[in-house]
Structure formats: C-alpha cells, structure tokens
C-alpha cells in the first residue's frame, strides 16, 4: 500500500513537472489568461520595448520613470484591477490627466501607432511582469 502511494505520488509530480496536467499555458504557477500564451508575451515584449514606446515612461524593465509613467511591477494598481482584461482596456484607450493619479496623461496606446493585436500583446506583457513575470520574457517553454 505504502509503495503503491510513493508511486502515485512521483507519477503525479511527474506529470506536473512535465506540464501535462496543466497544459501549455501553465508557467511557474500562473494561469495564462485566456487567448494568451508564452508567445503572447514574448512578442509582447518586443512591442513594450519598441514600436509601443511603453519603456519611455514605465521603464525598460518596467520599473516606472519619475515624473513619467509609474511601475507596472509593483502591487499597486491607480487604474487597473490588475486583471489583463483592464490592462489591456487602459493600454488602448490611455489615461486623462485629470484621472492620472501624477496629473501626467498617458495617450491612447502610449501615442504610438501599435495596431490591436499589439495592444493586446503589450498588455499581456504588462500583465506577466504585474505577476512577478521575469522583465526578460517568459523565455522558451522547457
Ligand atoms: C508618454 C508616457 C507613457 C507612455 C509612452 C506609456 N505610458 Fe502607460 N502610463 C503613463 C502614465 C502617466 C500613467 C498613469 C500614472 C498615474 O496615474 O500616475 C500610465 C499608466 C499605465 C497603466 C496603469 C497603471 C496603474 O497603476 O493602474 C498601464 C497598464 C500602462 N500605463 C501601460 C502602458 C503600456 C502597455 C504602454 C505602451 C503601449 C504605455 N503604458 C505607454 C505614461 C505612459
């Protein structure tokens, strides 16, 4: 009986280890939300660090840059439940100087020209590094 246990157990712990339990969109414990997956991020990255201009106020590490844009690392969301769902909303349609909590506006996607699915991927990098994500991208699946 005993032997039978330990065997379920390390073949469970196997099959989490593996990832097939929770499937491809689990990583270090977090739940993708849904539509997003690691390539989501990834690319998501690219347009955080580029063409979506959001490192000029938030960091290249997302760290925040005084009198810019706050920390999308920290806890502490002024405008957001955290949820990707309102990231992504806040990314897309920016923050009024009188509803920012510094008076400093940020503009509709940062004022670049990023298209939707860029919104989307941008904010699901937001996402990532709000939850403890590596700055570095969620990197390749093991
Ligand atoms: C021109 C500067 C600027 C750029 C570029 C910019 N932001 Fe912002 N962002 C801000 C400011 C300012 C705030 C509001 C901070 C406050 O209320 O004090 C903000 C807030 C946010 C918030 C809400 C944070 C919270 O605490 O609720 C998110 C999410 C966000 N930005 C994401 C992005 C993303 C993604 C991009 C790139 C597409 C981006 N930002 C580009 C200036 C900028």
Not at 48 to 59: E, I
Request: glycine share 16%.
């Amino acid at each position: 009986m005993r032997y039978a246990g330990t065997v379920a157990v390390l073949a469970l712990s196997l099959v989490l280890a593996t990832g097939v339990a929770g499937g491809e969109r689990r990583s270090a414990g977090q739940e993708f939300p849904s539509g997003v997956t690691r390539e989501t991020v990834t690319e998501g990255r690219s347009v955080y660090l580029g063409k979506g201009l959001c490192y000029v106020c938030h960091g290249r590490r997302g760290g925040g840059v005084e009198r810019a844009g706050s920390s999308l690392r920290d806890t502490l969301w002024y405008h957001s439940d955290g949820s990707y769902r309102s990231i992504t909303e806040l990314t897309r349609r920016g923050i009024s100087a009188r509803a920012s909590a510094t008076n400093i506006p940020m503009p509709p996607r940062g004022g670049s020209e990023i298209d939707e699915e860029e919104v989307r991927a941008a904010a699901a990098y937001v996402w990532w590094i709000s939850r403890g994500g590596d700055p570095g991208g969620p990197g390749p699946r093991q």
